[in-house]
């Protein structure tokens, strides 16, 4: 470590991270053209590249890759062990960094940020919405928000959310031209708008009822990854749709969809935060933490 500034390590990682000078310098306040500097004189007393970049890409070269591995979860131990210091002298200072899917973004965490900075002025919070399955140390989060069956064993995991249901909606003119669904099985004869992941994976929709469980994969007549889009085009009569009920409640209630199935389709348990159980617990994570709790 000597001759080395651990801000200039953070500086690297804050760019492996985004991938991009850009993001990595809106992040830490400051210039691109500072932070590209800081870069190349971290690699000169290295004597090592440590990215490879271009006018258009940015990618970690195999000995930067090698630092990242390492350098991320005890930049991490740091950031936590400050934070604990700092929360003795009372409020919470500084940023929280969750990661979680759209869904959970949406529903679960967007109620809460709003009232959660009010009562804690001096936190910077970044909410990043991702679908894939990534490890947070590694990528400078604080903590991830998955349900149960997504969550790794060595993770804490508490949970911000009550139970949740999906639901499977239709217009009404839907329903009135290929007639409403009386058991699962008859949504493979009925348009629907199905999601399709980033990975390429199709996920089936899934009912259980009295001990029966099924997982279908109904005839796609759209398929699309934005839950926004998929209410509009349900609205307009495209096709049966599964989603979470919290994207489509008000629209139920306004008489501008029909639930169907819903006997097929009971609640579960809604999403968990989670951390690894090996490092320190930020203020501004403890913080979050409570607060959810009183709220779930």
Not at 4 to 28: G, K, N, T, V
Not at 37 to 56: H, K
Not at 66 to 76: D, I, K, M, S, Y
Not at 83 to 104: C, F, S, Y
Request: with cysteine; net charge neutral.
């Amino acid at each position: 470590m000597r001759g080395l500034d651990l801000d200039d390590l953070d500086a690297f990682a804050a760019i492996a991270r985004h991938r991009s000078f850009r993001r990595a310098a809106m992040e830490r306040g400051v210039s691109a053209s500072t932070l590209s500097q800081t870069l190349r004189d971290l690699e000169a007393r290295l004597d090592v590249r440590l990215l490879n970049r271009t006018t258009r890409s940015v990618a970690l070269t195999e000995a930067g890759a090698r630092l990242l591995e390492r350098l991320g979860p005890a930049l991490t131990e740091i950031a936590g062990a400050l934070d604990a210091v700092q929360a003795e002298r009372g409020a919470p200072v500084g940023a929280l960094r969750i990661n979680a899917p759209e869904p959970a973004v949406e529903l679960v965490l967007a109620p809460l940020i709003a009232p959660f900075l009010a009562a804690y002025p001096q936190v910077e919070l970044e909410v990043f919405a991702q679908t894939e399955l990534i490890d947070i140390v590694a990528g400078g989060f604080d903590a991830g928000v998955r349900w149960d069956e997504s969550l790794a064993k060595d993770m804490i995991a508490v949970p911000i959310s009550g139970p949740q249901r999906y639901a499977v909606v239709g217009s009404p003119d839907l329903i009135a031209r290929v007639g409403a669904p009386a058991i699962p099985e008859d949504l493979m004869s009925r348009p629907c708008i199905r999601l399709r992941y980033p990975s390429g994976l199709q996920p089936g929709w899934e009912f259980e009822r009295d001990g029966r469980a099924l997982n279908l994969h109904p005839p796609a007549r759209l398929i699309c990854g934005s839950p926004h889009t998929q209410v509009r085009a349900a609205l307009d009569g495209v096709g049966f749709l599964a989603t979470f009920e919290g994207y489509v409640r008000d629209e139920v209630a306004a008489g501008r969809l029909f639930r169907v199935l819903d006997d097929w389709l009971p609640p579960f348990p809604g999403p968990f935060l989670y951390y690894p159980s090996r490092r320190l617990v930020p203020a501004t994570l403890r913080a979050f933490i409570d607060f959810a709790r009183v709220r779930t």
